[in-house]
C-alpha cells in the first residue's frame, strides 16, 4: 500500500507541474521551455528506487492525453519513464547509491548525467512520434527537439536538487541546503521564466501583425473575385438594356466577352419570367428549337413541369454544348434557387443560392447561382434573371496559391438558410489548429449573404515564422541554471562538511 501511494503521489506531481508547465509549450503543446516533471522524476527515482517508475509512466500519460491522442500520449509517456530510469541508472553507477553530493566531480556528473545526457531521451522519442503521427512537420523537428531537451535539462538543474532538499537522505545534509540552495534556484527559475515569457510576447506580437497584413490582403482578393462576378453578371443586364433584339446570337456574344473578362464563371444564363399564358409560346422557341419547361422529379430526373402560374426557365446558356441538357429548367421550382431569386428581387442586387451539388455532364461538385434581377425601363418587377454559374473549388482557386506562398489556410462559412451555417471553402487537407494570435477572422456580406471569412496560419507559416530568440534566452538560463546549481551544491558541501 506504501508503495502505491508513492506511485500515486509521483504521477500526481508529475501531472500538476506539467499543467502548468505546458503553459509555456511552443505548438502544438508539447515541448515546453521548462518542464519541471523532469526534475522530479529523476528525484524520485532516485529516492525511491527504479520500482516507482509507473508514477512517472502516469503522471505524463495523464498530462499528454489533454493534448493529443492516447498512442502519441503513451509513446510520449514511455520516453519520459526511459528517460528518468535512464539518468537514475547513470547516476548511481558513475556517483554512487549514496545522494549527499559533497564532492565537486559528483556534483558535475549529477547535474551532467542526469540533465543533458539522459535527457536526450524524450525529447528523440517525442519529436519522432509526432512526426510520424503527422502533428509536426519534419523543418519543425530539430526547433521542437532542442525546446524540449532544453526544457527537460533546466527541469532537472533546478528542479532535481529542489526535490532532493526537500526529501533526501541523509536529512542533516540537505537540511542545512535548504535556504541556500533553494532560494537563488527559484529565484533563477522565476527570472529565467519573466524573460522567456516577455521574449515570446513581443515576437507573438510581431508575428501576429504581419499575419494581420496577409490576411487582409486575402480579404481584398476576395472581395475583388465578389466584385467582378457581380460586376459581369451587371454587364450582361446593360447589354440586354441596350440591345434591340436581345436573342440568342446576341447573348452568345455578350456572354462570350462575359467569361472571357471573368474565367471563374463556369456558366451564364438568362432566366425570364414566363406566365402560364406565355407558355406555349415560349416553349415553340420564337425560332429557336423548340423545348419544353421542365423541373427535377424526387429522383433528380429532367421531366415537363407542371402547370402553375409562372415559370423562370433557363432560355439562354452559354457556354451552350455542355449546358445544353438545361435549357428549359425552370429554376423556381427548386427551393434552394427560389430562396436566392427571391432575395434578388426583393433587393434588387445580385444573392446567390446555398451550396449545392452541380450535376452537369457527368461532373459532380459544390457550387452556387447567384442571380441579378433584370428590370424594364423603372418597372420595379424583374422581367428575368441572369445567372452565374459558380463551382466554387475554381472559383476560390487563387486561395490555393495563398496557402503555399504564405501559409494562409482559408475557411468560408455563409448562411445555411436554416438559421445556421455551412462551408463554402475549406481547406483541401485538415490543418492544425493555428495559434490564437495568428489567426483572423472578418465578416462581410456578399451576394446578399453573410460571410465569416476564416484565415489562420498553416505549420508551414508558424515553421517559418518561429524565432531561435526567445529560445536562445533558455538556452542562456540553461546553462545558467546549471552552473549556478553546481556552484550552491559544492558552495554548501562545504559548510556541511565542515559543520559536522
Given at each position: 500500500?506504501?508503495?502505491?501511494?508513492?506511485?500515486?503521489?509521483?504521477?500526481?506531481?508529475?501531472?500538476?507541474?506539467?499543467?502548468?508547465?505546458?503553459?509555456?509549450?511552443?505548438?502544438?503543446?508539447?515541448?515546453?521551455?521548462?518542464?519541471?516533471?523532469?526534475?522530479?522524476?529523476?528525484?524520485?527515482?532516485?529516492?525511491?528506487?527504479?520500482?516507482?517508475?509507473?508514477?512517472?509512466?502516469?503522471?505524463?500519460?495523464?498530462?499528454?492525453?489533454?493534448?493529443?491522442?492516447?498512442?502519441?500520449?503513451?509513446?510520449?509517456?514511455?520516453?519520459?519513464?526511459?528517460?528518468?530510469?535512464?539518468?537514475?541508472?547513470?547516476?548511481?553507477?558513475?556517483?554512487?547509491?549514496?545522494?549527499?553530493?559533497?564532492?565537486?566531480?559528483?556534483?558535475?556528473?549529477?547535474?551532467?548525467?542526469?540533465?543533458?545526457?539522459?535527457?536526450?531521451?524524450?525529447?528523440?522519442?517525442?519529436?519522432?512520434?509526432?512526426?510520424?503521427?503527422?502533428?509536426?512537420?519534419?523543418?519543425?523537428?530539430?526547433?521542437?527537439?532542442?525546446?524540449?531537451?532544453?526544457?527537460?535539462?533546466?527541469?532537472?538543474?533546478?528542479?532535481?536538487?529542489?526535490?532532493?532538499?526537500?526529501?533526501?537522505?541523509?536529512?542533516?545534509?540537505?537540511?542545512?541546503?535548504?535556504?541556500?540552495?533553494?532560494?537563488?534556484?527559484?529565484?533563477?527559475?522565476?527570472?529565467?521564466?519573466?524573460?522567456?515569457?516577455?521574449?515570446?510576447?513581443?515576437?507573438?506580437?510581431?508575428?501576429a501583425g504581419r499575419f494581420s497584413l496577409l490576411a487582409q490582403a486575402v480579404d481584398t482578393a476576395i472581395a475583388d473575385k465578389i466584385r467582378t462576378s457581380t460586376e459581369v453578371l451587371r454587364s450582361l443586364e446593360n447589354s440586354r438594356a441596350v440591345s434591340p433584339r436581345f436573342d440568342r446570337q446576341a447573348f452568345r456574344s455578350f456572354a462570350e466577352q462575359a467569361l472571357q473578362r471573368c474565367p471563374d464563371l463556369r456558366a451564364v444564363s438568362?432566366?425570364?419570367?414566363?406566365?402560364?399564358?406565355?407558355?406555349?409560346?415560349?416553349?415553340?422557341?420564337?425560332?429557336?428549337?423548340?423545348?419544353?419547361?421542365?423541373?427535377?422529379?424526387?429522383?433528380?430526373?429532367?421531366?415537363?413541369?407542371?402547370?402553375?402560374?409562372?415559370?423562370?426557365?433557363?432560355?439562354?446558356?452559354?457556354?451552350?454544348?455542355?449546358?445544353?441538357?438545361?435549357?428549359?429548367?425552370?429554376?423556381?421550382?427548386?427551393?434552394?434557387?427560389?430562396?436566392?431569386?427571391?432575395?434578388?428581387?426583393?433587393?434588387?442586387?445580385?444573392?446567390?443560392?446555398?451550396?449545392?451539388?452541380?450535376?452537369?455532364?457527368?461532373?459532380?461538385?459544390?457550387?452556387?447561382?447567384?442571380?441579378?434581377?433584370?428590370?424594364?425601363?423603372?418597372?420595379?418587377?424583374?422581367?428575368?434573371?441572369?445567372?452565374?454559374?459558380?463551382?466554387?473549388?475554381?472559383?476560390?482557386?487563387?486561395?490555393?496559391?495563398?496557402?503555399?506562398?504564405?501559409?494562409?489556410?482559408?475557411?468560408?462559412?455563409?448562411?445555411?438558410?436554416?438559421?445556421?451555417?455551412?462551408?463554402?471553402?475549406?481547406?483541401?487537407?485538415?490543418?492544425?489548429?493555428?495559434?490564437?494570435?495568428?489567426?483572423?477572422?472578418?465578416?462581410?456580406?456578399?451576394?446578399?449573404?453573410?460571410?465569416?471569412?476564416?484565415?489562420?496560419?498553416?505549420?508551414?507559416?508558424v515553421a517559418a515564422t518561429q524565432s531561435w530568440r526567445a529560445w536562445g534566452v533558455l538556452a542562456g538560463g540553461l546553462a545558467a541554471a546549471g552552473l549556478l546549481g553546481a556552484f550552491l551544491l559544492a558552495a554548501t558541501a562545504r559548510s556541511v562538511t565542515l559543520g559536522r
Open positions: 500500500m506504501r508503495r502505491l501511494g508513492e506511485i500515486l503521489g509521483l504521477a500526481a506531481a508529475y501531472f500538476g507541474t506539467g499543467k502548468l508547465a505546458l503553459l509555456l509549450a511552443i505548438p502544438p503543446g508539447f515541448a515546453a521551455a521548462i518542464w519541471p516533471p523532469s526534475g522530479i522524476a529523476l528525484a524520485a527515482l532516485l529516492l525511491l528506487g527504479s520500482r516507482a517508475w509507473p508514477g512517472v509512466f502516469l503522471g505524463s500519460l495523464l498530462v499528454n492525453l489533454s493534448t493529443t491522442s492516447p498512442p502519441v500520449a503513451a509513446a510520449i509517456a514511455v520516453g519520459a519513464t526511459v528517460q528518468a530510469s535512464l539518468g537514475a541508472f547513470l547516476i548511481r553507477k558513475f556517483v554512487g547509491p549514496s545522494l549527499e553530493l559533497l564532492r565537486g566531480r559528483d556534483i558535475s556528473k549529477f547535474l551532467l548525467l542526469g540533465g543533458p545526457a539522459s535527457c536526450i531521451v524524450s525529447p528523440t522519442v517525442g519529436a519522432a512520434m509526432l512526426y510520424f503521427r503527422h502533428v509536426v512537420q519534419i523543418r519543425e523537428v530539430p526547433f521542437t527537439w532542442f525546446t524540449w531537451w532544453v526544457g527537460d535539462v533546466i527541469g532537472v538543474a533546478v528542479v532535481a536538487p529542489l526535490v532532493l532538499i526537500a526529501f533526501g537522505t541523509p536529512r542533516e545534509v540537505w537540511r542545512r541546503r535548504g535556504l541556500p540552495v533553494a532560494l537563488p534556484l527559484g529565484i533563477m527559475l522565476v527570472v529565467t521564466t519573466a524573460i522567456f515569457v516577455s521574449t515570446r510576447r513581443w515576437e507573438r506580437l510581431q508575428v438568362w432566366n425570364p419570367r414566363v406566365t402560364d399564358a406565355e407558355r406555349d409560346a415560349f416553349e415553340r422557341g420564337d425560332g429557336d428549337e423548340p423545348f419544353r419547361i421542365t423541373e427535377r422529379d424526387p429522383k433528380e430526373r429532367l421531366v415537363p413541369a407542371p402547370r402553375r402560374s409562372e415559370y423562370v426557365p433557363v432560355r439562354y446558356i452559354e457556354p451552350y454544348p455542355e449546358n445544353a441538357s438545361v435549357v428549359g429548367f425552370d429554376v423556381s421550382s427548386s427551393i434552394i434557387r427560389f430562396e436566392a431569386m427571391k432575395r434578388a428581387r426583393d433587393t434588387g442586387a445580385a444573392a446567390a443560392t446555398r451550396r449545392f451539388q452541380l450535376i452537369q455532364d457527368g461532373d459532380e461538385t459544390f457550387g452556387v447561382l447567384v442571380f441579378l434581377p433584370s428590370c424594364a425601363g423603372d418597372a420595379a418587377t424583374p422581367i428575368g434573371y441572369f445567372v452565374g454559374v459558380v463551382r466554387l473549388d475554381r472559383f476560390f482557386a487563387f486561395l490555393d496559391e495563398h496557402r503555399k506562398a504564405q501559409g494562409i489556410d482559408v475557411r468560408i462559412h455563409t448562411a445555411s438558410g436554416q438559421g445556421g451555417e455551412e462551408q463554402l471553402l475549406w481547406p483541401a487537407s485538415p490543418a492544425r489548429k493555428a495559434p490564437a494570435e495568428i489567426q483572423h477572422e472578418t465578416l462581410r456580406t456578399y451576394w446578399g449573404a453573410p460571410w465569416r471569412i476564416q484565415c489562420g496560419a498553416t505549420p508551414e507559416f
